[in-house]
């Protein structure tokens, strides 16, 4: 592989992953639940008249938002001052940090290996990892959550040579407890591990350090101080215990799973890198008196432990995992490059199967789901996958190039389709409902629903508090002014009198009752 500077890797890197985060960032509704809560956090903000500090005391649809810090929704208010509120602007924040994390991944590894080639592995393994990309261009805190965190590691292992760098430990750390509050314990847990592991003590007595962890942590305590001074208990209540403690002890909202649950996570959805991980995490074991084994060690063992025995379980708490991941995989595709360690046999074998399953998904989207786009997508995936069967069957390391451009390429089409947040099919589909709703109620009203659950999203595009309420409650609104949505089953059972039919989904009816009193 030619040997490029590493300003012209860094560029390449950059244009790369903010075009693959940034292309057709808003061409699918926001989902459930993050997405519409922080947009609407967000719309909030942005609508504050100039003087009421909704920045500072952020709100959820007029209430108190007591949930996370307003770091990252205020970016995006931010956006919307600029752009309007839309689905594009709702995600380019937090698409954009999160597609720094790239570039930012390779310059960690440059100062783990001391060379360009794993450094680079490791930012493409990252750049091409599904869970990484989709979750990133998500309105969610977590792709931000992991850029910051690589800020702090790079800032500690640059401050071996200068010690002015750890400044930049204290702003990292200060970031992340401005986007996701206490998770910046875990995080700052580990970097500390780390250093301990590293035997950078010398850091430790180091002005520098201290005062990055003052100077950069100072915000986040005065938000704290602010909310508690604010609200009393009931944030101390909310934040800390409801929605940050409790999440360790108890599956908070029914999220829950077993001790394998992120381990599955990971299996579901790191393919094709998956393979290259268990000789990647050996290869950290033999090598864990290095900077790079010892982090891919802390990393991947404190962080999977934590999360793994908390008991509530959610898909994106594993997303801080994946640099650990790549710095393994990186490692070891860089030792294949290097030295062809590598069974033939086996790969030959995967990579085949990821070929069949590419010509399957082909097949399947062409008869159920014709979409242009996947059908394409599957078949790059099959035609990649196989050229890397025969490239590995041949010994030949070039197999690692035909990887990384096949994963780019597959991952460029799926984010160019409609299906790249699948988890938009597990309901109905909000936007008819919420034109209904916004054509008949005005902004900020509540509306009761026989739907089983609320939908922030549906909330967010009807600018109205929708309220799921069981059948019994709906029947007893009949004497009172209220605006119902209801679904074709329940509004035929309930056949309430004194109400006007205002408009109807596809699956859905608006009335407002007792209109006549």
């Given at each position: 592989?030619?040997?490029?500077?590493?300003?012209?890797?860094?560029?390449?890197?950059?244009?790369?992953?903010?075009?693959?985060?940034?292309?057709?960032l808003?061409?699918?509704?926001?989902?459930?639940?993050?997405?519409?809560?922080?947009?609407?956090?967000?719309?909030?903000?942005?609508?504050?008249?100039?003087?009421?500090?909704?920045?500072?005391?952020?709100?959820?649809?007029?209430?108190?938002?007591?949930?996370?810090?307003?770091?990252?929704?205020?970016?995006?208010?931010?956006?919307?001052?600029?752009?309007?509120?839309?689905?594009?602007?709702?995600?380019?924040?937090?698409?954009?940090?999160?597609?720094?994390?790239?570039?930012?991944?390779?310059?960690?590894?440059?100062?783990?290996?001391?060379?360009?080639?794993?450094?680079?592995?490791t930012?493409?393994?990252?750049?091409?990892?599904?869970?990484?990309?989709?979750?990133?261009?998500?309105?969610?805190?977590?792709?931000?959550?992991?850029?910051f965190?690589?800020?702090?590691?790079?800032?500690?292992?640059?401050?071996?040579?200068?010690?002015?760098?750890?400044?930049?430990?204290?702003?990292?750390?200060?970031l992340?407890?401005?986007?996701?509050?206490?998770?910046v314990?875990?995080?700052?847990?580990?970097?500390?591990?780390?250093?301990?592991?590293?035997?950078?003590?010398?850091?430790?007595?180091?002005?520098?350090?201290?005062?990055?962890?003052?100077?950069?942590?100072?915000?986040?305590?005065?938000w704290?101080?602010?909310?508690w001074?604010?609200y009393?208990?009931?944030?101390?209540?909310?934040?800390?215990?409801?929605?940050?403690?409790?999440?360790?002890?108890?599956?908070?909202?029914?999220?829950?799973?077993?001790?394998?649950?992120?381990?599955?996570?990971?299996?579901?959805?790191?393919?094709?890198?998956?393979?290259?991980?268990?000789?990647?995490?050996?290869?950290?074991?033999?090598?864990r008196?290095?900077?790079?084994?010892?982090?891919?060690?802390?990393?991947?063992?404190?962080?999977?432990?934590t999360?793994?025995?908390?008991?509530?379980?959610?898909?994106?708490?594993?997303?801080?995992?994946?640099?650990?991941?790549?710095?393994?995989?990186?490692?070891?595709?860089?030792?294949?490059?290097?030295?062809?360690?590598?069974?033939?046999?086996?790969?030959?074998?995967?990579?085949?199967?990821?070929?069949?399953?590419?010509?399957?998904?082909?097949?399947?989207?062409?008869?159920?789901?014709?979409?242009?786009?996947?059908?394409?997508m599957?078949?790059?995936?099959?035609?990649?996958?196989?050229?890397?069967?025969?490239?590995?069957?041949?010994?030949?390391?070039?197999?690692?190039?035909?990887?990384?451009?096949?994963?780019?390429?597959?991952?460029?089409?799926?984010m160019?389709?409609?299906?790249?947040?699948?988890?938009?099919?597990?309901?109905?589909p909000?936007?008819?409902?919420?034109?209904?709703?916004?054509?008949?109620?005005?902004?900020?009203?509540?509306?009761?629903?026989s739907?089983?659950?609320?939908?922030?999203?549906?909330?967010?595009?009807?600018?109205?508090?929708?309220?799921?309420?069981?059948?019994?409650t709906?029947?007893?609104?009949?004497?009172?002014?209220?605006?119902?949505?209801?679904?074709?089953?329940?509004?035929?059972?309930?056949?309430?009198?004194?109400?006007?039919?205002?408009?109807?989904?596809e699956?859905?009816?608006?009335?407002?009752?007792?209109?006549?009193?």
């Amino acid at each position: 592989m030619r040997p490029f500077p590493d300003k012209e890797w860094l560029l390449s890197l950059l244009v790369l992953s903010l075009l693959l985060w940034l292309m057709f960032l808003g061409n699918s509704p926001l989902r459930d639940w993050d997405e519409g809560t922080i947009a609407q956090v967000a719309r909030d903000i942005w609508r504050a008249p100039d003087g009421t500090m909704r920045w500072l005391y952020p709100t959820l649809a007029g209430e108190p938002y007591y949930n996370k810090p307003p770091l990252l929704h205020s970016l995006i208010a931010l956006t919307y001052s600029l752009g309007g509120v839309n689905e594009w602007t709702t995600r380019f924040p937090g698409a954009v940090l999160t597609a720094l994390g790239v570039p930012l991944l390779f310059l960690v590894g440059r100062q783990l290996f001391s060379k360009s080639l794993p450094a680079l592995f490791t930012a493409l393994v990252y750049l091409t990892m599904l869970p990484v990309v989709r979750h990133g261009r998500l309105a969610m805190l977590d792709g931000t959550l992991v850029t910051f965190f690589l800020i702090v590691l790079f800032c500690l292992l640059k401050a071996r040579q200068n010690q002015k760098y750890a400044l930049g430990v204290g702003l990292g750390l200060g970031l992340i407890a401005l986007t996701k509050g206490l998770i910046v314990l875990l995080l700052g847990g580990i970097a500390g591990v780390f250093l301990l592991a590293d035997k950078q003590l010398v850091l430790l007595k180091s002005p520098y350090l201290w005062t990055g962890l003052f100077l950069g942590n100072a915000p986040a305590i005065a938000w704290y101080t602010a909310q508690w001074q604010h609200y009393g208990n009931i944030f101390v209540q909310v934040n800390l215990q409801a929605q940050t403690f409790n999440r360790l002890v108890q599956p908070v909202e029914g999220n829950s799973g077993n001790i394998f649950y992120y381990f599955i996570e990971i299996i579901k959805y790191s393919f094709p890198w998956l393979v290259f991980w268990p000789g990647g995490f050996y290869l950290a074991v033999k090598k864990r008196h290095t900077s790079w084994g010892s982090l891919v060690l802390v990393g991947t063992i404190i962080y999977l432990l934590t999360i793994s025995v908390m008991r509530t379980k959610l898909p994106w708490y594993v997303i801080p995992i994946y640099p650990f991941l790549a710095l393994a995989i990186g490692a070891k595709l860089s030792d294949i490059w290097q030295h062809r360690h590598f069974s033939t046999k086996a790969g030959t074998l995967l990579f085949a199967v990821l070929a069949i399953a590419g010509l399957f998904g082909c097949v399947y989207f062409v008869t159920t789901d014709p979409q242009p786009m996947l059908i394409v997508m599957s078949l790059v995936l099959a035609v990649s996958m196989g050229i890397v069967a025969w490239l590995v069957k041949m010994s030949d390391r070039r197999f690692i190039a035909v990887l990384f451009v096949g994963m780019y390429v597959v991952l460029a089409l799926l984010m160019s389709s409609q299906s790249w947040i699948w988890e938009l099919n597990e309901a109905f589909p909000v936007k008819p409902v919420a034109t209904l709703i916004r054509t008949h109620v005005s902004p900020g009203t509540k509306v009761y629903t026989s739907f089983a659950y609320s939908r922030p999203s549906l909330d967010f595009y009807c600018d109205c508090r929708v309220i799921p309420v069981n059948s019994e409650t709906l029947k007893k609104m009949a004497g009172t002014k209220s605006y119902l949505l209801l679904d074709n089953p329940t509004f035929q059972m309930l056949n309430l009198p004194n109400a006007q039919l205002l408009g109807a989904s596809e699956k859905f009816n608006l009335i407002h009752t007792n209109i006549l009193n």
